[in-house]
Nanobody, 120 residues
Framework: QVQLVESGGGLVQAGGSLRLSCAVEGSIFSINAMGWFRQAPGKQRVLVALNTIGSSTNYADSVKGRFTISRDNANNTVFLQMSSLKTEDTAVYYC??????????????WGQGTQVTVSS
């Protein structure tokens, strides 16, 4: 079975930084896209950053200039470097992956979620 394993969440003061990691575990054929979503208390899950392999990277306006998504292709891992964190960034962060298990088997996966709490 394929799963996404997240790590790196925690507590940080406003202005600080955190780095989230998400690794694809299991056998896959290829990756179409990987990214990050977040859900704050009482709010809907929203896109934070998305990288479509071989294409562009998209960021939510609220994180542009502060967050950076990157990949380690050899290890099927995606990172989210978060800097200049604000209290508004407090949320559960979910890794997202659009994968091909085989040439004819596309499937979307979600990580378990990792809590990021930014204090003032």
């Amino acid at each position: 079975q394929v799963q996404l394993v997240e790590s790196g969440g925690g507590l940080v003061q406003a202005g600080g930084s955190l780095r989230l990691s998400c690794a694809v575990e299991g056998s896959i054929f290829s990756i179409n896209a990987m990214g990050w979503f977040r859900q704050a208390p009482g709010k809907q899950r929203v896109l934070v950053a998305l990288n479509t392999i071989g294409s562009s990277t998209n960021y939510a306006d609220s994180v542009k200039g502060r967050f950076t998504i990157s990949r380690d292709n050899a290890n099927n891992t995606v990172f989210l470097q978060m800097s200049s964190l604000k209290t508004e960034d407090t949320a559960v962060y979910y890794c997202y992956a659009d994968l091909l298990r085989s040439r004819a088997n596309r499937q979307v996966y979600w990580g378990q979620g990792t809590q990021v709490t930014v204090s003032s």
